[in-house]
């Protein structure tokens, strides 16, 4: 089963709800936690532990200047500019190549063969007993976001129970990161930017027919601009969690609320089930 | 020498447009015979990479020169690659004024000391 955490809007406390959620459940469960918001991974950032590595790359073109004839047919193909012909050679922008593979198949004397680039990072743990987390880093500069979020997507078992650290957003990398997911959660904030954000990854996620459920993080008293939306569009709200100093003092300094306060780990645990149960619906 | 001046229409008339790869037209102009060409720009709506497939375009026009604003880098490795000379001109106007301000020698080449007059 897989569970998404998104927010649309940045900021929102994904990361503080993820991690509570994997720490909460994995007393009970076998945990795999996943960072796909491969921009800016963070999760590692709560949890100790060697990882492992493994690099995730791409097909790139590389030409054979001996036979290349410059007859400007890769050029004119490729559409991102990645091959430039000039009078007397083929400039190559790497990270411009989308690898489609293209230019090969395009070229008429056979000098395009494809190379492997490394477009970023698996990390592999296992933090704690039950828990094992997965960070997927994009190196910088790379276009390739889906990609490495891919990658992270393919170390998942079938049996496994995933949670998935969406990138914030609702473009190409959120939409990577919640296809294919039974369930997601969604976190956000009781402001006008938070609700108009919700309503976007709410609507990416009917896109995909995948049923939700709301967290309102810093929980004050406005709660109702979140709640009248949730109510009207009949989605349950799962969680509120206080706009209080001493859960942001924790967070800030890398500790997991749960972790310290039994009570709190009680309703994550809680929260965890809620969204099993209501992906089960499905 | 041939001289390639990005512009927002198709005659030297027409505003000198501030941006090189996303310009709707590229005016080609031969000052030793007069000969003036306009290009429209059909990759100014691409996605990414635009900077060097118009470069690779300016090559198949065998242009030697070119004026613009300001060069991205990505285009500038093309442009000194294929050996275009870059002459930069943040000034406002036309075409013409553009191609008048580099016959006055008053544009600095790109990666040289500013033109003496």
């Known amino acids: ?282 | 020498m041939r001289i390639a001046v990005p512009s927002s229409g198709p005659a030297v008339t027409d505003p000198f447009d501030t941006r090189f790869g996303r310009a709707p037209y590229i005016i080609m102009v031969t000052p030793e015979t007069g000969e003036t060409v306009s290009l429209q720009n059909t990759l100014a709506a691409g996605s990414g990479g635009v900077g060097p497939q118009v470069v690779q375009m300016l090559v198949q026009n065998q242009v030697t020169h070119l004026i613009a604003p300001r060069i991205g880098g990505n285009a500038e490795t093309a442009l000194f690659a294929a050996g275009i000379s870059v002459f930069i001109w943040e000034g406002a106007g036309t075409v013409s004024d553009a191609l008048e301000q580099f016959k006055a020698g008053k544009l600095t080449e790109l990666g040289k000391n500013p033109q003496s007059s």
Not at chain 1, 89 to 100: A, D, E, G
Request: proline share 5%; hydrophobic share 40%.
């Open chain 1, 1 to 282: 089963m897989q569970i998404a955490i998104a927010s649309g809007k940045g900021g929102t406390g994904k990361t503080t709800v993820t991690v509570n959620l994997a720490l909460a459940l994995s007393s009970s469960i076998q945990v795999t936690l996943a960072d796909c918001d491969v921009e800016e991974p963070n999760l590692h950032l709560f949890f100790s532990g060697q990882a492992e590595e493994e690099e995730v790359t791409v097909l790139v073109p590389e030409i054979d200047t001996g036979t290349c004839i410059l007859c400007g047919k890769c050029g004119q193909f490729c559409r991102y500019g990645a091959l430039i012909v000039l009078k007397d050679q083929v400039l190559q922008y790497p990270k411009l190549c989308h690898s489609c593979g293209g230019c090969s198949m395009v070229c008429p004397t056979g000098s395009i063969s494809e190379r492997s680039e490394v477009v970023g990072v698996l990390h592999r743990s296992n933090p704690e007993p039950s828990l094992r987390l997965i960070t997927g880093t994009l190196c910088e500069g790379s276009i390739h976001t889906t990609t490495v979020i891919r990658a992270v997507r393919n170390q998942f078992n079938p049996e496994d129970l995933v949670l998935l650290d969406a990138p914030p957003g609702t473009a190409c990398a959120a939409m990577e990161t919640l296809e294919g997911c039974d369930f997601c959660l969604l976190v956000t904030e009781p402001t006008p930017f938070g609700l108009h954000d919700l309503t976007l990854i709410y609507k990416l996620a009917q896109l995909y027919h995948i049923p939700v459920g709301v967290v309102i993080n810093r929980s004050d008293t406005t709660d109702s601009i979140v709640e009248f939306f949730c109510r009207d569009q009949n989605i349950p709200i799962l969680m509120h969690i206080p706009f209080d100093r001493t859960i942001a003092l924790q967070q800030g300094s890398g500790q997991i609320i749960s972790r310290a306060d039994p009570k709190w780990r009680e309703q994550f645990f809680k929260l965890g089930q809620d969204c099993i149960t209501l992906a089960g619906v499905r």
